[in-house]
């Protein structure tokens, strides 16, 4: 979805950034142009990464602010005017829908594809938001990745695949020189 | 430290309790059970070479003499949250149960916020309170990199907190960590007693009046309301309880720590306190070598 997909219909409601609006089930169900469904959020992380959809049985999806999806354990009257909700979860603003770090980590342990793995070595570089070219044969795009703690493999952030290279997503608030 | 003088009439000691304020406090961090279990985060922090040891209390509140507790991989990966040892007790008293309504109605920056999140085990409504907005962002920041997704957060006064966004419910708990003169936290911010006035310790009296005044409002009959406060003096703790047992419908229930404490006093000064007070716990720093803490819990009755 581009923007100009949220610009055609001018008498269409629209998303409304200083509140949260419940994403519709379907859409057929849709009031927004443009805002992403609650199927296409479950198709997105199954089809893209393996999670399975019920791994999402408890939580709702809200948009504030084009293209930011939040999820929430529960569920509200929609819309609800406050300051967060859940966790930010999804951004799907741009052609391709990138998932959050901190949703990655919590979620991101379903995951069965699209998911590379790196070194401690790799993990620290890629933590301080350095680009690196680690072997990779699958698909381009954003890609989960994990590295090992405490034994076992732990969902650590998203990284954007292209050219031969991964380039760490791990936003500026979060890089650490470890 | 001269402010402290004041509180010589109650506390026992009193020289031992002067020491002890002098004294710093190690680096504390608490295990984020909604991402990890407390045995692997001690595994991760042992494949680096970081020293920890459980408090006596607690296997999931780890002392780590040396160091940062946020330059690591378990806190990168939201194992971890550094919260001093004696912060993490009002949220063990309120004991909130997965899928209830909890509110925090002083929550930012979010240690005990998230705290409550594990204890739900991230399961029901969490409502997270704070009117400063810079220190919400710490906050959301926080319960988003230890995972918490059944958190709803407001910015406002918490007392004028509105239910209206949540159903118009009553809550099951409130947690009530109000904003406080921070005398106890002198052994993690030596200039914490600088700016004491007795001005201020009125002043922000009125304010912890207020927010526990909501809160009771906004608890069920029956509903748990934890009080606490990181203070000694009896204006913002024993004389605000006071207040609540006289005008709100509610009641002081006796509180079980697992560290050692002394009751609330019922005389201060020239004022006596309902003798209820007594059940709420003081924490000194020379009796667990801890912060200093006070804490009561109130049972709703209308």
Not at chain 2, 170 to 181: E, F, G, I, K, W
Not at chain 2, 229 to 253: M, Y
């Amino acid at each position: 979805m581009t923007d100009s997909d949220r610009d055609g219909d001018t008498n269409a409601p629209e998303n409304d950034s200083e509140r949260f609006d419940r994403l519709p089930e379907t859409e057929a169900e849709r009031e927004v142009p443009g805002r992403p469904t609650r199927e296409a959020v479950l198709d997105f992380w199954a089809d893209r990464f393996g999670v399975p959809p019920e791994t999402f049985d408890d939580h709702t999806f809200w948009e504030r602010g084009s293209g930011k999806i939040w999820a929430f354990c529960g569920d509200l009257p929609s819309p609800v005017e406050i300051e967060a909700l859940g966790m930010t979860f999804l951004r799907t603003r741009q052609e391709h829908w990138k998932p959050t770090l901190e949703a990655v980590q919590r979620f991101g342990g379903h995951a069965e594809k699209n998911v590379i793995h790196l070194s401690r070595d790799e993990s620290r570089r890629f933590l301080a938001g350095e680009d690196q070219e680690p072997a990779w044969d699958g698909d381009w795009g954003y890609l989960i990745v994990t590295h090992n703690l405490a034994g076992e493999r732990e969902p650590l952030g998203v990284g954007l695949y292209v050219y031969d290279e991964l380039r760490s997503q791990v936003p500026k608030g979060r890089r650490r020189n470890l | 430290m001269e402010v402290l003088r004041r509180y010589e009439p109650i506390v026992e000691d009193f020289e031992a309790f002067r020491a002890a304020c002098e004294r710093s406090l190690p680096s504390v961090v608490r295990v984020n059970t909604l991402k990890t279990t407390v045995e692997r985060a001690r595994e991760a922090l042992a494949e680096e070479d970081i020293s920890h040891e459980p408090t006596g209390w607690h296997d999931g509140v780890l002392k780590l003499p040396e160091g940062d507790p946020g330059s690591n991989w378990p806190y990168i990966q939201g194992w971890l949250h550094g919260q001093e040892e004696v912060s993490a007790l009002p949220p063990l008293v309120l004991d909130p149960q997965p899928g209830e309504r909890v509110w925090d109605a002083a929550a930012a920056p979010g240690s005990k916020t998230t705290q409550l999140a594990a204890l739900m085990d991230d399961e029901g409504l969490l409502v997270a309170t704070d009117n400063n907005l810079g220190r919400l962002s710490a906050l959301r920041s926080n319960a988003e990199r230890l995972g918490v997704t059944n958190l709803a957060v407001t910015n406002e006064d918490a007392r004028n907190h509105s239910l209206k966004p949540f159903d118009g419910k009553s809550y099951d708990r409130a947690l009530v960590d109000v904003p406080c003169s921070c005398e106890g936290t002198i052994r993690k911010n030596p200039d914490a007693l600088e700016q004491w006035t007795f001005e201020h310790v009125q002043g922000v009296a009125g304010v912890q009046k207020g927010i526990l005044r909501r809160a009771i409002e906004a608890t069920r009959k029956g509903g748990t309301v934890v009080y606490s406060t990181c203070t000694f003096a009896p204006e913002e703790n024993e004389a605000v309880l006071d207040s609540a047992l006289e005008k709100h419908p509610c009641r002081l229930v006796e509180v079980e720590l697992p560290l050692q404490s002394r009751p609330g006093v019922t005389e201060w000064e020239d004022e006596s306190f309902d003798p209820n007070v007594r059940k709420a716990r003081r924490i000194y720093p020379h009796f667990n070598d801890t912060g200093g803490f006070f804490v009561a819990k109130l049972e709703v009755t209308e």
